[in-house]
């Protein structure tokens, strides 16, 4: 009877462990950003699961697997809730937050759940192969899911801010780079398990036939896992942080003629105030003292966040801030709200030292169901029911320049840090710049820390200074090797200037893109097709 019990036990483990582990190794990897950071496990959080995907074609634990990471890496979401501030009772705000995280949870099981679905119809049986081929699928998938309105996580990220020299690979392929020897490294040690268990089960057997064990085969057993798979590995992760290093190590040669002074100001304009006349006036005070200041201390620009005035362009002209620009004659880029018809966009204006508006950049990537409604002739009747807000914001032109008076500058609003082909699209077309443009008040620190790793890898990319004003936290400056030269605190008002240097050189990725993604493609094709 107990014997019985016993082997019922075991047969339960065994049919829970596969998912268990995918449990398991999702949320380390989910641990690897803000606000644990614990990068280093990205480079081996991934292989638990390769092994079960490819050992016992299983995809129900890449759908556990992906929940549980990209379930932790986005929990910041939750800081939204209660939306009071915009109106939102309170159980509906609570519904639409616990709808959102679950969703863009669900949406990063979708991409692993293909991702396995694939590995598996297209094993052939051979280690090297399935390496090429889960990697070139991996970027592939990431890639797609980065073209839509929806992304954040890339595996990428992982390594931002703490692994610069790796993050330098960037400037090869983009983020894409990152991934794809995070996931061929994972891969290769995957492989070596999947090895080592083969070997240990020939052991095993060879020794009952033979009806005895002795020590020389019990030390080669704990030898087994050094395979070439694992040597492999071991050989790609060293030699891509070599790479890394000589690409880290290029000096900058800044042109000191074309230095430039430019300040941020982090106004700490709390959300739940910022569209009432308190906000509106806490708001013009800051960002018109703020100005001033910075003005005095010899800034060349002065750069604001996401909203900074929450108002259209056309009374930008009735504020005490554009007074100020008019009796300095230092430029700002300040936030507020375009109009386009019966919508509105979500801008950075270019404001020049007369205090005209001269240029325009308006926000081409929206947060679903924050700024916008996806498929909105389907579930728009049903936000409106739950919440008053006015779903009216559209989306900004998708290939837009930004000419200021100190140079074309490459411009991300909040949510775009996130999607490099915006910041590699006008770095080709001559931006010398970056001016990241943020409210992030809604959310916990972790978001924050976690955008300013974004914008880190952005700057690596395309080889740029990167300047970030946000409302709450964090602002910084980033120079292009993606060293954090200053950063503001939290919930705080600050303002600061730093030196900056316009740049126009263009890194492999900013001329040919992501160029790495469809050739592993194309060899994991033809590998496939050839055996």
Known sequence: ??????????????????????????????????????????????????????????????????????????????????????GVPWWPS?????????????????LVSLWAFLMVRLDKGKPWLRVLIGTALWCGLESLWSSGSLWWSSL????????????????????????????????????????????????????????????????????????????????????????????????????????????????????????????????????????????????????????????????????PLLDAVKEKGVIAWIGGFGERGKSYTNSLFGVNSKGEVTSRYDKSKLVPLGEFVPFEEIIGKLIQRLSPLDEHQVHGAKNQVFDTPLGRAIVGICYESAFSEIFRYQAFNGGQFILSSSNDAHYTAAMADQHHAQDIMRAIETDRWAVRATNT??????????????????????????????????????????????LLLILGFLGWVFL
Not at 285 to 305: H, M, R
């Open 94 to 110: 609570l519904f639409i937050t616990i709808f959102c995280w679950s969703f863009i949870s669900l949406w990063g099981g979708l």
């Open 156 to 319: 990428s990220y992982t390594q931002s801010p703490h692994n610069l020299v790796i993050l330098h690979l960037g400037q090869l392929s983009g983020p894409n780079t990152i991934t794809a020897v995070i996931v061929a490294v994972n891969g290769l040690v995957g492989e070596a398990w999947i090895s080592y268990f083969a070997q240990r089960r020939k052991g095993a057997k060879d020794a009952k036939e033979e009806k005895k064990e002795t020590k020389t085969s019990a030390f080669s057993a704990s030898l087994r896992f050094v395979n070439k798979y694992s040597i492999l590995a071991t050989i790609l992760l060293i030699t891509s942080h070599i790479l890394g290093f000589i690409l880290y190590s290029q000096p900058l040669n800044n042109n000191e003629n074309s230095a430039l002074k430019i300040g941020v100001i982090q106004g700490n304009v709390p959300n739940e105030i910022k569209l009432l006349p308190e906000g509106y006036r806490q708001a013009i005070t800051g960002y018109t003292n703020g100005y001033l200041k910075l003005a005095s201390q010899g800034a060349d620009g002065v750069l604001t966040p996401e909203g900074a005035l929450p108002l259209y362009e056309r009374n930008f002209q009735k504020t």
């Open 1 to 86: 009877m107990q014997k019985r019990l016993n082997k019922q036990l075991r047969e339960k483990l065994n049919f829970l462990l596969p998912y268990l582990v995918g449990l398991t190794s999702g949320i380390l990897m989910g641990v690897t950003v803000a606000p644990v950071g614990a990068w280093f496990l990205a480079w081996v959080a991934l292989a638990p699961l390769w092994v079960i995907v490819v050992k016992y074609t299983k995809k129900l634990p890449a759908f556990i697997w992906a929940i549980a990471y990209h379930g932790i890496a986005l929990s910041w979401i939750t800081g939204i809730h209660p939306m009071n501030w915009l």
């Open 473 to 518: 936290g964090y602002s910084a400056f980033v120079d292009p090797h993606g060293r954090t030269l200053w950063k503001s605190g939290y919930n705080s008002y600050e303002t600061h200037a730093e030196i900056i240097y316009p740049r126009q050189t263009q890194t492999l990725y900013v001329r040919w893109g992501d160029w790495l993604m469809p």
